[in-house]
Structure formats: structure tokens, C-alpha cells
């Protein structure tokens, strides 16, 4: 069992930077692919990024690759998203999520934290 709790959301204006993190408790953090999933208003879930369990191998979707980077510290169980250079289409609830090893979905999710981009 994996607890995922997020911080770092809040209000920001056009331009401007966040840095989220999503703290794990629970063994095997280390072996598990984080997520950082998106839900604007209307629309449905998406993923933002994603990291390997070394912290190897990244993705970003199209609309965040050179503003965004996903990290993760192993010792401390934690999971970043800095968020650069934000607009508008970046608000929304963002969430962290992890995926077992081997598991075709993310299993564990955290509550979500608010991003609003706003003048």
C-alpha cells in the first residue's frame, strides 16, 4: 500500500513558475513509475509526465516538453514536477500517481493539488 500526498499547488500568474511535490509513504517506493496526471475543468484526466523508478527515463506530453521536469528523489521518497514559463491551459488539479512494477496502470493515486494560472 502506497500513500501519495501533493503540495506546491496555488495560484500563479501567466509566466510564472510552481514546483509540486508528491510525497510517498509506504515501502518500494523505488521500484514503482510516477505519474503526474492533469484534470482541467471539463476535461477529462490526462498524464503530464512521468518517471522511471532509477529516474532514468522521462515523458512529457507535447503541450509541457521544455517547461516542465518530472524528478524524483529515492531517499526521500518524493516526486517533483517543476513547472516553468505556465499559461492558462495549465490550469487544473494535478495529481501523482504510482504504477507497480509490472502493472500496465497507475495503481495509487494522491488527492490532488489546485494549479490556477491567472492574472
Known amino acids: 500500500q502506497v500513500q501519495l500526498v501533493e503540495s506546491g499547488g496555488g495560484l500563479v500568474q501567466p509566466g510564472g513558475s510552481l514546483r509540486l511535490s508528491c510525497a510517498a509513504s509506504?515501502?518500494?517506493?523505488?521500484?514503482?513509475?510516477m505519474g503526474w496526471f492533469r484534470q482541467a475543468p471539463g476535461e477529462e484526466r490526462a498524464l503530464v509526465a512521468s518517471?522511471?523508478?532509477?529516474?532514468?527515463?522521462?515523458y512529457y506530453t507535447d503541450s509541457v516538453k521544455g517547461r516542465f521536469t518530472i524528478s524524483r528523489d529515492n531517499a526521500k521518497n518524493t516526486v517533483y514536477l517543476q513547472m516553468n514559463s505556465l499559461n492558462s491551459e495549465d490550469t487544473g488539479v494535478y495529481a501523482c500517481?504510482?504504477?507497480?512494477?509490472?502493472?500496465?496502470?497507475?495503481?495509487?493515486w494522491g488527492q490532488g493539488t489546485q494549479v490556477t494560472v491567472s492574472s
Open positions: 500517481a504510482a504504477k507497480s512494477p509490472g502493472s500496465l496502470r497507475y495503481t495509487y
Open positions: 509506504g515501502r518500494a517506493f523505488s521500484t514503482y513509475t
Open positions: 518517471i522511471d523508478s532509477s529516474g532514468g527515463s522521462t
